[in-house]
C-alpha cells in the first residue's frame, strides 16, 4: 500500500520555540493532505486541510498563525508549530490520498510532540 | 450528541472469540473508513466502505448507508489483534474523516 512518512517522529523542545514536521507522500501524489492532532485518550481532531499551490484551510478554533501549513508539492507537506508552548504537546498526524473522496486515506505514523 | 458513536467503548475477549464492534452516524456521507490504532500512536486504514461488505483476512466490515451503521468483525481474534479501532465516516466538508472515539480491544492469550 501506499506510504506516508512523517519526520521527526517525536520531538521535544522548549517553550517558545518553532518545530517544524514534514509529511511526505512516498509513492502518490496528494493534491489534498490532512493535519491531526490527538491528545490522549482522545479522537483525532482535524487541525487544517493542506492544499498544494494555495492557501490551508484550517478548522474553527485552530490558530493558522501558529500552526502554519506549507504544501509546497504533491509530496509535501509541512506543519509548524510556532512559539510552541506546553499545551501544544500532543500527537500530530497526517495523512492523504491520492483522491480524497473516492480513494483510502494513508496515514503518517505520528509525530509526538512535547514542550517544555 | 457525537456525530460519530462508537460501542463498545472497551472490549475485552479471549484468544479465538468472534468480535464485532459497531458505528453509528449522524453526518452524510459516500464513505467510511475503519482505522486501527496501535497503541505507538500508527494508524492504518483497515476498510474503506462505501456499500454492501468487505473482508480482510480475518476482519469483515459491513456499512448500511441508508442506516448509517456500519459494523467491524474480528473472526478468531488474536492477541496482536489489540489495538483501538476507530469508526470514520467521509464527512468533511474538506472530504476529511471525522472520527469515533475509538473502541480499545484487548485479546487475551
Known amino acids: 500500500g501506499a506510504v506516508v512518512s512523517q519526520h521527526p517522529s517525536w520531538v521535544i523542545c522548549k517553550s517558545g520555540t518553532s518545530v517544524k514536521i514534514e509529511c511526505r507522500s512516498l509513492?502518490?501524489?496528494?493534491?489534498?493532505m490532512f493535519w491531526y492532532r490527538q491528545f490522549p485518550k482522545q479522537s483525532l481532531m482535524l487541525m487544517a486541510t493542506?492544499?498544494?499551490?494555495?492557501?490551508?484551510?484550517?478548522e474553527q478554533g485552530v490558530e493558522k498563525d501558529k500552526f502554519l501549513i506549507n504544501h509546497a508539492s504533491l509530496t509535501l507537506s509541512t506543519l509548524t508549530v510556532t512559539s510552541a508552548h506546553p499545551e501544544d504537546s500532543s500527537f500530530y498526524i497526517c495523512?492523504?490520498?491520492?483522491?480524497?473522496?473516492?480513494?483510502?486515506?494513508?496515514f503518517g505514523p505520528g509525530t509526538r510532540l512535547t514542550v517544555l | 450528541k457525537n456525530e460519530v458513536e462508537q460501542s463498545p467503548q472497551n472490549l475485552t475477549a479471549q484468544e479465538g472469540e468472534f468480535i464485532t464492534i459497531n458505528c453509528s452516524y449522524s453526518?452524510?456521507?459516500?464513505?467510511l473508513h475503519w482505522l486501527q490504532q496501535h497503541p505507538g500512536g500508527g494508524i492504518v486504514s483497515l476498510f474503506m466502505?462505501?456499500?454492501g461488505k468487505k473482508k480482510h483476512g480475518r476482519l469483515i466490515a459491513t456499512i448500511n448507508i441508508q442506516e448509517k451503521h456500519s459494523s467491524l468483525h474480528i473472526t478468531a481474534s488474536h492477541p496482536r489483534d489489540s489495538a483501538v479501532y476507530i469508526c470514520?465516516?467521509?464527512?468533511?466538508?474538506?472530504?476529511?474523516?471525522?472520527f469515533g472515539k475509538g473502541t480499545k480491544l484487548s485479546v487475551k492469550p
Open positions: 495523512s492523504g490520498g491520492a483522491r480524497v473522496y473516492t480513494d483510502t486515506q494513508y
Open positions: 509513492d502518490f501524489q496528494a493534491t489534498t
Open positions: 493542506s492544499n498544494e499551490g494555495s492557501k490551508a484551510t484550517y
Open positions: 453526518v452524510g456521507i459516500s464513505a
Open positions: 466502505l462505501s456499500s
Open positions: 470514520a465516516p467521509l464527512g468533511g466538508s474538506q472530504g476529511n474523516l471525522i
